[in-house]
Structures are given as structure tokens and as C-alpha cells.
């Protein structure tokens, strides 16, 4: 089963950058869209961006918009989450997933293959 694993998280002050890598070793990673989704603290998992697999569009929760950059290489079967001008209430576990096409609203009622197991991301005031 397709698994996608999460990396680049870490310890930020407020107003820092990181950059977050989405890997697979997958085939079938380039038919499809990617979505980067958070899980804050005592909260539920949400979407918060995804890329579409040929074209290139993107799409942001407008928590992130403006902030956040998701882009991919196909080549390397790997997509990227560039988070600037961090704040507090983005801590939270980051994961990616292959979903089946994006939706606008950021929502999927499932993803393809399984969880991967997500990437800290701990932003301090």
C-alpha cells in the first residue's frame, strides 16, 4: 500500500520558516494530487493545502494562504510544504496524503493508501 512519509519539522520561534518534505517510493504518486493536512493539538485533522498532479494548481486553507507554498516534483515522487511567518496556532503534526483530486474545501472523506506517521512542527512565542 502507497505510504507517503513526512519530514522537516521542528522546534521554530513565531515569525521563522520551515520547509516540510512529502516522500515516497511509490508508482503512482504522479497521477495524483497531494494533500498536506494538520492535526493542532485537542483538535481534528484538517486539510490545509493540496497540489493537483498534472497542472499544478493549488489550493489553501485560508488560515495559510499567503504563508504557505505547496509545490512538488514529480521526478522525485516528493512535495513540499514551505511555512513562513509561522505563528503559535500552527503547531500541530503535519501529514500528506495522495488524494483523489483536490477539493476546494479541503476536504476528502478519504485518502489513497494509508497515514504516514506525520511530522512535528512546534511553534513557540
Known amino acids: 500500500e502507497d505510504q507517503l512519509v513526512e519530514s522537516g519539522g521542528g522546534l521554530v520561534q513565531t515569525g521563522g520558516s520551515l520547509r516540510l518534505s512529502c516522500a515516497t517510493s511509490?508508482?503512482?504518486?504522479?497521477?495524483?494530487?497531494i494533500g498536506w493536512f494538520r492535526r493542532a493539538p485537542g483538535k481534528e485533522r484538517e486539510g490545509i493545502s493540496c497540489i493537483t498532479s498534472s497542472d499544478l494548481r493549488t489550493y489553501y486553507r485560508d488560515s495559510v494562504k499567503g504563508r504557505f507554498t505547496i509545490f512538488r516534483d514529480n521526478a522525485k515522487k516528493t512535495a513540499y510544504l514551505q511555512m513562513n511567518s509561522l505563528k503559535s496556532e500552527d503547531t500541530g503534526v503535519y501529514y500528506c496524503?495522495?488524494?483523489?483530486?483536490?477539493?476546494?474545501?479541503?476536504?476528502?472523506?478519504?485518502?489513497?493508501?494509508?497515514w504516514g506517521p506525520g511530522t512535528q512542527v512546534t511553534v513557540s512565542s
Open positions: 511509490g508508482f503512482t504518486f504522479v497521477g495524483y494530487a
Open positions: 496524503a495522495l488524494v483523489p483530486g483536490c477539493d476546494p474545501n479541503l476536504a476528502w472523506r478519504y485518502i489513497i493508501g494509508s
